[in-house]
C-alpha cells in the first residue's frame, strides 16, 4: 500500500532558494544533508557533575547488573511474543507475526542475534532502523520546510495492563 501510494504523488523536484534540484540522486543527497545538518552538529557539551548531583539514582548497581546482563533463550521469546503481530513489517519485509508463527525455525537466529548485541555491545545499524516518510505541510510543497517528517518505527509493543485488586 505505501509503495503503490509513493508512486501515486512522487516528489519530483526540491527546491533550495533559487535552485531547483530535480535529479534524484541529488534530491537524496540533499535531504542527507539536510537531516545531517539538523541531528549532526559538533557535541560541545562538557562533563560538569550536574547529572549526578541533580538526577536521583534511581537503578541500583545491582539492578543495572540484572538489565545489562545476558538475555536467556526465555526472555528474548517472552519479547518476541509481546511484540503487536498485527504491526507493519520492517525494513527486511517480515513482522512480527513471522517471527511468533516461525518460532521454532528462527529461533536459533534471534537469540544468537540478540545475545551477540549484549556480548559485543554492537547493534547493527538496521536492527533500530525506521523509515522517515515526508508528508507535505502546505499544498505544492517543494522544500524541506514544507515537509513535515513521521518516521515509522519497526513494531509496536502490545500495552499489557493488570489490574491489582
Not at 526465555?74 to 507493519?88: G, R
Request: aromatic letters at 10%; hydrophobic letters at 50%.
Amino acid at each position: 500500500m505505501a509503495r503503490i501510494k509513493s508512486l501515486v504523488k512522487p516528489i519530483t523536484f526540491l527546491q533550495e532558494g533559487n535552485v531547483r534540484i530535480t535529479d534524484t540522486k541529488d534530491m537524496e543527497a540533499h535531504v542527507v544533508n539536510y537531516f545531517m545538518n539538523i541531528f549532526c552538529g559538533n557535541n560541545n557539551c562538557v562533563p560538569n557533575g550536574l547529572v549526578e548531583r541533580v538526577v536521583p539514582l534511581l537503578v541500583s548497581e545491582e539492578d543495572n547488573v540484572a538489565l545489562t546482563s545476558m538475555s536467556l533463550l526465555d526472555e528474548i521469546k517472552n519479547v518476541v511474543f509481546d511484540l503487536n503481530a498485527d504491526s507493519a513489517p520492517g525494513p527486511d519485509g517480515f513482522g512480527a507475526h513471522f517471527y511468533q508463527f516461525f518460532w521454532d525455525i528462527v529461533a536459533t537466529d534471534v537469540v544468537s542475534s540478540v545475545q551477540e548485541f549484549f556480548y559485543t555491545g554492537i547493534l547493527a545499524p538496521s536492527m533500530n532502523a525506521n523509515i522517515i516518510v515526508l508528508i507535505p505541510k502546505i499544498p505544492r510543497a517543494f522544500s524541506m520546510g514544507d515537509l513535515r517528517r513521521i518516521a515509522l518505527a519497526n513494531f509496536q509493543f502490545k500495552i499489557v495492563t493488570k489490574i491489582i485488586a
